[in-house]
């Protein structure tokens, strides 16, 4: 079957060879399935891009002649992988090979028409695509106007949104590539209108700029606890037992602490920063903050108002520092 997929003989011989063998009572219809998962799982081992669109059409005639369902043949996910492997292989000649948009649309959709993918699988083949052409274009550490178009143009195609990337690509090379479009947009003056479902409502002027997922949300807590002073004297009444004079006085100590209030999402807008989750939400206005400090992994923020810190882990604070300061101008 591999042999068949690699080179194919005639539809003619590739049956009669296979009846030979099930005649001769040699194959099970089991082992027939199971022998044409490990032919695919090889074949798509062995393939290399670019690819021609013989590979889906040999392989839509190998699963017609052997007449298995789609399922059977996908048990193990052997042919999503290989309708992976070869739609990734299309979709870099955009950035390698100068194709065209309407060129890499068209040998993806003649992939799905043979080896569907559902919807998830489809557009993480995108986004990891996406996301090596943002690492290759980074290792220089520049990014050229020409990369720049690039990516946008290949993400506008595929309706891949910069500003809202899955969770695995929030640290990515991909994602620094959207945050650096954003701020160069913005200091332009252009917002971006993202029409993307959120669970918070943005005003009539505000636009979504980027998305941060599984944001640790902290808030300074303060307790008191009570100390007390005492005065006079004690004197023994007997062994053991003491009698204390005096007065006592109490005075009260806090201690602050940073509190985990939630994990959520924070949204930054063109006006706020606004936290949410199901236990908590937040909006802070630019214009009500009076302090902010970055950390590597998070910002800390102090708001007009309300004396107690807040801080907010679990993602790169360069985007917000950047944009604040551009608000601050």
């Not at 143009?153 to 620094?176: I, R, T």
């Not at 003491?242 to 994990?263: C, F, L, N």
């Not at 400090?293 to 907010?312: A, Q």
């Amino acid at each position: 079957m591999f042999s068949y997929l690699c080179k194919p003989v005639t539809d003619r011989d590739f049956v009669e060879r296979l009846k030979g063998i099930q005649n001769q009572g040699n194959m099970t219809d089991e082992e027939k399935t199971g022998c044409a998962i490990k032919a695919l799982d090889k074949f798509t081992d062995a393939i290399h891009r670019p690819f021609s669109h013989a590979v889906e059409q040999n392989v839509g005639r190998l699963m017609k002649l052997l007449n298995v369902p789609y399922s059977a043949l996908n048990k193990d996910n052997a042919l999503d992988k290989l309708a992976q492997k070869v739609i990734k292989g299309h979709l870099v000649a955009f950035f390698t090979d100068g194709a065209t948009e309407h060129q890499v649309k068209t040998d993806v959709r003649n992939v799905i028409s043979v080896l569907p993918l559902n919807s998830e699988d489809e557009n993480e083949a995108y986004m990891y695509v996406l996301n090596k052409a943002a690492e290759n274009f980074m290792k220089d550490g520049i990014l050229t106007d020409k990369e720049e178009q690039l990516i946008r143009s290949f993400a506008q195609a595929f309706s891949l949104p910069l500003d809202h990337l899955p969770v695995k690509y929030k640290d990515s090379d991909l994602a620094k590539i959207g945050e650096m479009t954003v701020l160069k947009n913005f200091a332009k003056g252009i917002v971006p209108s993202t029409f993307v479902q959120l669970p918070i409502l943005l005003g009539k002027s505000e636009s979504l700029l980027w998305t941060y997922n599984n944001v640790t949300f902290y808030q300074e807590k303060v307790e008191k606890e009570f100390v007390r002073n005492n005065g006079g004297f004690s004197f023994k009444v007997m062994k053991g037992v003491y009698y204390h004079t005096g007065r006592s006085k109490g005075r009260p100590i806090e201690h602050k602490y940073m509190e985990k209030i939630a994990v959520g999402d924070l949204y930054v807008t063109n006006q706020n920063l606004i936290y949410y989750s199901s236990e908590k939400a937040v909006k802070i206005p630019y214009k009500k903050l009076i302090g902010i400090t970055p950390y590597s992994d998070g910002i800390e923020v102090l708001k007009d108002g309300n004396s107690k810190r807040m801080v907010f882990q679990g993602f790169d604070s360069w985007f917000v520092v950047n944009l604040l300061s551009m608000v601050s101008v």
